[in-house]
T-cell receptor
Framework: NAGVTQTPKFQVLKTGQSMTLQCAQDMNHNSMYWYRQDPGMGLRLIYY???????DKGEVPNGYNVSRLNKREFSLRLESAAPSQTSVYFC?????????????FGDGTRLSIL | LAKTTQPISMDSYEGQEVNITCSHN???????ITWYQQFPSQGPRFIIQGYKTKVTNEVASLFIPADRKSSTLSLPRVSLSDTAVYYC????????????FGGGTRLMVKP
């Protein structure tokens, strides 16, 4: 099983450009998440989707939008990239049961904005 | 909001037992305590989860006292490959599926 797959793995953008980060999971999980991790820091939740058709803001949603395309896919969009959004972005998924369900993470997308 | 406090870093030597303690004074009644491990350039990986007393799996043990205001992750006989960042999490009350990752504990295992 692939688990959680993120594309692309690396990306360099110029300030003001837009981009969509893709995430897909093959574990039939209901919940999906997007985090960012800045150097030497813990992960911060950007958005999450408790189930297909729903999305909610996390701790740091400003500058981002998300789409839960179907049960498998959850994308993150930067409409106008800023240098402050340079980070590693992780997608995760978990089964039904709320916050107590373990989350399964992808390997991340490393995004640099010049 | 439930928050966790854990040491920023710890050093150990191969073959030793490592105990990492996490404080979570505001843990809610229905919250579980979950530990994740993260290697450089990888996403976090679930290690162990518990609600009370002791939980053990093939990787680690988790000790939770009766008041549940803290927990201790125990890694038996660590090796160099256990060098990683370890995160302690508790579920946020009334926050849906939100989890808050703190800064974690950076464990360095030396030969």
């Amino acid at each position: 099983n692939a688990g959680v797959t993120q594309t692309p793995k690396f990306q360099v953008l110029k300030t003001g450009q837009s981009m969509t980060l893709q995430c897909a999971q093959d574990m039939n999980h209901n919940s999906m998440y997007w985090y960012r991790q800045d150097p030497g820091m813990g992960l911060r939740l950007i958005y999450y989707s408790a189930s297909e058709g729903t999305t909610d803001k996390g701790e740091v949603p400003n500058g981002y939008n998300v789409s839960r395309l179907n049960k498998r896919e959850f994308s993150l969009r930067l409409e106008s990239a800023a240098p402050s959004q340079t980070s590693v972005y992780f997608c995760a998924s978990s089964g039904t049961g709320g916050s107590n369900q373990p989350q399964h993470f992808g390997d991340g997308t490393r995004l640099s904005i010049l | 909001l439930a928050k966790t406090t854990q040491p920023i870093s710890m050093d150990s030597y191969e073959g030793q037992e490592v105990n990492i303690t996490c404080s979570h004074n505001n843990i809610a009644t229905n919250d579980y305590i979950t530990w994740y491990q993260q290697f450089p350039s990888q996403g976090p990986r679930f290690i162990i989860q518990g609600y009370k007393t002791k939980v053990t799996n093939e990787v680690a043990s988790l000790f939770i006292p009766a008041d549940r205001k803290s927990s201790t992750l125990s890694l038996p006989r660590v090796s160099l490959s256990d060098t990683a960042v370890y995160y302690c999490l508790v579920a946020e009350r009334n926050a849906g599926n939100m989890l808050t990752f703190g800064g974690g504990t950076r464990l360095m295992v030396k030969p």
